[in-house]
C-alpha cells in the first residue's frame, strides 16, 4: 500500500496552466507505477496521463496529448503533471493512483485503465476551467 496525496488544483481560465502534484508516502514509491485520472459529473473516471515506476515510460490520452506533461522525482516521492493549454472541458477532479504494473505493460491509457488496482489512490482535487 501507498498513500498518495494531491495537491494543485484550482480555478483557472481557458488557455491558462496548472501543475499538479501527487505526493506519495514510503519508502518503495520508486517501485510503483502512478496514473493521472480524471471524473467530471455525469462521466466515468478516465486515465490521462501514466508513468512508470523509473520515469522511462510515459502514456497520455489523445485529449491530452501535446498539452499535458506526466512526470515523477523519486527522490523527492512526487509525481507531476503539468497542463497547458487548459479547456473548459478538462474541467473534473483529479486522482492519482499507483499500483506495481510492470514498465512493459503500461501500452496506453486504456492499459492503465485496466490495470490499475487498489494500491493507492489519492483524495483528488479539482481542477475547473472557465471559458
Known amino acids: 500500500q501507498v498513500q498518495l496525496v494531491e495537491s494543485g488544483g484550482g480555478l483557472v481560465q481557458a488557455g491558462g496552466s496548472l501543475r499538479l502534484s501527487c505526493a506519495a508516502s514510503?519508502?518503495?514509491?520508486?517501485?510503483?507505477?502512478v496514473g493521472w485520472f480524471r471524473q467530471a459529473p455525469g462521466k466515468e473516471r478516465e486515465c490521462v496521463a501514466a508513468?512508470?515506476?523509473?520515469?522511462?515510460?510515459?502514456v497520455e490520452a489523445d485529449s491530452v496529448k501535446g498539452r499535458f506533461t506526466i512526470s515523477r522525482d523519486n527522490a523527492k516521492n512526487t509525481v507531476y503533471l503539468q497542463m497547458n493549454s487548459l479547456k473548459p472541458e478538462d474541467t473534473a477532479v483529479y486522482y492519482c493512483a499507483a499500483d506495481q504494473i510492470p514498465s512493459y505493460r503500461i501500452t496506453s491509457v486504456a492499459s492503465v485503465n485496466r490495470e490499475m488496482g487498489d494500491a493507492g489512490w489519492g483524495q483528488g482535487t479539482q481542477v475547473t476551467v472557465s471559458s
Open positions: 508513468i512508470s515506476k523509473s520515469g522511462g515510460r510515459t
Open positions: 514510503g519508502r518503495t514509491f520508486s517501485s510503483y507505477a
